[in-house]
């Protein structure tokens, strides 16, 4: 059975710092990865997808990383700003099933 | 303007009464699904539909009911039998055959009075 993990489940940075989201899967065989936003009380805002056979995918101040082999993805977030601040939560699609499968979310804070 | 729309955004619930939350989506996707999401927690797939008059159970399917009469629309229904129904609920949809995002509707949070 697949599982996703995020960690860490929360983080809190100043203002402008560069830093990195991570996740984790179980079993490779998928055909993406994606990653989302959610703000408090809101639905889901997809960021980022990366097909299986890509290893990273770019827009603006995001980039994801996807090393299928080792079952990790990373979010890289350059020049944090306050509205940054956000769930952010990481989902592969699984073979055979075109399910998404989710980790539990990092909470980031920036701090102005 | 596509989306996805859900109603009620909240909507509460005496015990041992169901309720349903509604799910429209006009991007024209064949495949629509249901969300549940608990307090820092991801989402645990409840129902999901590839067509219309088919569907099939997610993960968390026991205390709920759904429906795909239309391609447009997916409801869910929150039946007494669910123990612990509070949570927030999220609808998605998709091009079925696709490996593109499935896109999300803006939740319904239900609470148990």
């Known amino acids: 059975k697949q599982e996703v993990t995020q960690i860490p489940a929360a983080l809190s940075v100043p203002e402008g710092e560069n830093l990195v989201l991570n996740c984790s899967f179980t079993d490779s065989a998928i055909y993406n990865l994606q990653w989302f936003r959610q703000d408090p009380g809101k639905g889901l805002t997809s960021l980022l997808l990366?097909?299986?056979?890509?290893r990273e995918q770019t827009s603006g101040r995001l980039n994801a990383s996807l090393d299928k082999s080792s079952g990790r993805s990373t979010l890289y977030i350059a020049a944090s700003q306050p509205g940054d601040s956000a769930t952010y939560l990481c989902?592969?699609?699984?073979?055979?099933?075109?399910?998404?499968?989710f980790g539990q979310g990092t909470r980031l804070t920036i701090n102005p | 303007d596509g989306g996805i729309t859900q109603s009620p955004k909240y909507l509460f619930r005496k015990e041992g009464q169901n309720v349903t939350l509604s799910c429209e989506q006009n991007?024209?996707?064949?495949?629509m699904y249901w969300y549940r999401q608990d307090p820092g927690q991801g989402l645990r797939l409840i129902y999901y539909s590839q067509i219309v008059n088919d569907f099939q159970k997610g993960d968390i399917a026991e205390g709920y009911s759904v429906s795909r009469e239309k391609k447009e629309s997916f409801p869910l229904t929150v039946t007494s039998a669910q123990k612990n129904p509070t949570a927030f609920y999220l609808c998605?949809?998709?091009?079925?055959?696709?490996?593109?995002?499935?896109?999300f509707g803006p939740g319904t949070r239900l609470t148990v009075l």
């Open positions: 990366i097909q299986s056979s890509q």
């Open positions: 989902a592969v699609l699984i073979q055979g099933a075109q399910k998404l499968v």
């Open positions: 998605a949809s998709s091009d079925v055959w696709s490996t593109d995002t499935q896109y």
């Open positions: 991007l024209n996707h064949d495949a």
